[in-house]
């Protein structure tokens, strides 16, 4: 650490009245991949600095001021979601930090830490059995923070793949495969299956579902297999069991709805949604 300026650094409750402002250039100053080498993604959330954590019954958003002059150096959001776990426990609550951001002339002051640590015991005085966070593989000043600092462990490694569509769907999908959409009893079911194995899966699937942003979800297969019980009005229907040797699935959400996603990239548009239907279509075809 170069400089503390801790004790000169108040960190309170962001004021909507006050603060969206400021935050939204402090946002655009700190983006991710800012540096324009490759691809970068980030949330907007210059109009609705909320938008990733307002979902959320219980969530916070806290900004660091220099008590000197008022001026935002930082701003952190945190949530708490209820998640269960493979180990059986079916109701564990998990705190969420997301949307850490000092400003590019403040860092390595201490000031994300004091924001953390805010934000951890917000948490914990609402019950959170532990903390999460992500943050980019690269990111060495954010890994150092959580693991050297603040004890953090890596759980998983999470990909996000991207793809050009200046010749959208130009492939198309194999004659070979079947694309069917799932009604949502039996979407819940194959999620529920199928995440219990999971470290950490969500206990409200069957909420994320029903909640009016869900578009749907699809299953792809092999034509040449049957999917019994896909198609039954039998609400009690097994298609767990029934499940055809290679198969995928997935759910779009209209997230446009709640926030903004940026994906920049020199000279080439993109655009996740593509990338989600041809990351499935490879997979069944592995």
Request: with cysteine.
């Amino acid at each position: 650490m170069v400089d503390s300026i801790g004790d000169r650094v108040l960190v309170r409750e962001f004021d909507d009245g006050r603060d969206i402002e400021v935050v939204g250039k402090l946002e655009k100053s700190s983006e991710i991949g800012s540096n324009n080498k490759g691809t970068s993604i980030f949330t907007n959330n210059t109009i609705d600095p909320l938008c990733r954590i307002r979902f959320f019954p219980l969530h916070l958003m806290l900004v660091a001021e220099l008590q000197e002059n008022r001026e935002l150096v930082g701003v952190i959001r945190g949530c708490i979601k209820h998640v269960g776990t493979k180990y059986g426990r079916t109701n564990v609550k998990l705190g969420c930090i997301l949307g850490l951001r000092v400003s590019p002339t403040h860092r390595r002051m201490g000031i994300g830490l004091k924001l953390v640590r805010a934000m951890e015991e917000w948490l914990i005085n609402n019950g959170a059995h532990y903390t999460f966070l992500a943050t980019e593989k690269n990111n060495v000043a954010s890994k150092n923070l959580f693991t050297a600092k603040c004890n953090y462990k890596n759980l998983s490694s999470l990909t996000i793949f991207v793809q050009p569509i200046s010749f959208a769907m130009e492939l198309g999908i194999s004659q070979d495969i079947k694309v069917e959409k799932l009604n949502i009893r039996q979407a819940i079911s194959l999620y529920d299956n199928k995440l219990k194995g999971k470290d950490l899966y969500f206990t409200d699937i069957d909420a994320i579902l029903k909640e009016k942003l869900s578009l749907g979800t699809w299953v792809f297969y092999f034509k040449q297999d049957e999917w019994i019980g896909l198609h039954s009005e039998d609400e009690d229907e097994d298609i767990i069991s029934t499940v055809p040797p290679s198969w995928a699935m997935f759910s779009i959400w209209n997230s446009c709805e709640a926030y903004k996603i940026d994906i920049k990239k020199p000279h080439y548009p993109l655009k996740l949604f593509h990338e989600i239907l041809s990351h499935a279509r490879d997979k069944i075809l592995v």
